[in-house]
DNA sequence: ATAATGACGTCGG
DNA sequence: TCCGACGCCATTA
């Protein structure tokens, strides 16, 4: 299920900007258990900063695992912190006490 | 056209 | 660790 099949998909969802489908696509393809930061997919893309990530997340977040995007120091966006984190625990990502991911040992890197 | 916006990143104090 | 300042840049208003 996504944002790319949804059978009630409506007529404007088309306007959803190329850049933001490539977005989407990579969140879509990190796997279980790890992570990328804005910045990260910002970088993979090309072409476009850790900002433009970030605004994709907070329109169209809700359709793909938006909980394993984050912030390059490993912590979670505020608006989201708890939800997060516990996506993350659950499915075995390392958390510090405070609520810090370890990206060094999280982090996805694309192939290519 | 111009200006504001955004689930960010980096650096300096 | 916690600010503030600045850079960033496609999208929106």
């Known amino acids: 299920m996504s944002w790319r099949d949804d059978p009630f998909a409506r007529p404007d969802a088309d306007a959803v900007t190329p850049r933001a489908l490539r977005v989407l696509e990579v969140v879509t393809s990190i796997p279980l258990g790890?992570?990328?930061?804005?910045?990260?997919?910002?970088?993979?893309?090309?072409?476009?900063?850790?900002?433009?990530?970030?605004?994709?997340?907070?329109?169209?977040?809700?359709?793909?695992?938006?909980?394993?995007?984050?912030?390059?120091?490993?912590?979670?966006?505020?608006?989201?912190?708890?939800?997060?984190?516990a996506h993350l625990r659950r499915e075995g990502v390392e958390v510090s006490a405070s609520g810090r991911v370890n990206m060094t040992a999280a982090r996805h890197t694309p192939e290519e």
């Open 34 to 85: 790890r992570v990328m930061s804005y910045g990260d997919i910002a970088a993979h893309l090309g072409g476009c900063g850790p900002r433009q990530v970030a605004k994709v997340m907070a329109a169209h977040g809700d359709e793909v695992p938006w909980w394993r995007v984050l912030r390059a120091d490993g912590r979670c966006a505020p608006e989201v912190r708890d939800r997060q984190l």
